[in-house]
């Protein structure tokens, strides 16, 4: 993998705490009581704010990483790996902010699913 892989792939990371916070932070922030006197629109608006910073990352790491820019991966790798990359950092977000949570192993079963996929996409056919 090039160097434009690497930062390819650590964008797609930091893009998906972003997610993860936006789409799911609410959730955990619910036990503050200023927080859940907030109306929704003002929730939905926070997450935007958290997703614009996933945007901040996610645009140019797919475009530093397709292939067509000189990057390493075509469409169909990009959209793997940033699933890979979205449910491991969902996975380790669930761990430490909602430990009442409990990883089952059809869950670990699924997220092995997924690492194949990433494998399959990138079999040379």
């Known amino acids: 993998m090039n160097v434009n892989g690497i930062y ?5 990371i930091m893009s998906n705490i972003f ?4 789409w799911y932070g609410h959730l955990r922030l619910r036990e503050f009581k200023w927080f859940q006197a907030l109306p929704l629109l003002i929730v939905v608006l926070l ?12 645009i140019p790491a797919n475009r530093l990483g397709y292939k067509d820019n000189g990057g ?4 169909l790798q990009l ?3 940033q699933e890979a990359i979205s449910i491991s950092v969902f996975a380790v977000f669930t ?3 909602f430990q009442h ?5 059809n869950h670990v079963a699924g997220f092995s699913l997924l690492i194949i996929a990433v494998y399959l996409v990138f079999l040379d056919q």
């Open 72 to 75: 390493p991966f075509n469409l």
């Open 79 to 81: 959209k793997v790996i």
């Open 19 to 22: 997610m993860t916070f936006a």
């Open 8 to 12: 390819t792939v650590l964008m797609l």
């Open 101 to 105: 949570e409990t990883i089952k192993w």
């Open 47 to 58: 997450s935007w704010g958290i997703a614009l910073f996933e945007y901040c990352f996610q």
């Open 95 to 97: 761990i430490v902010f």
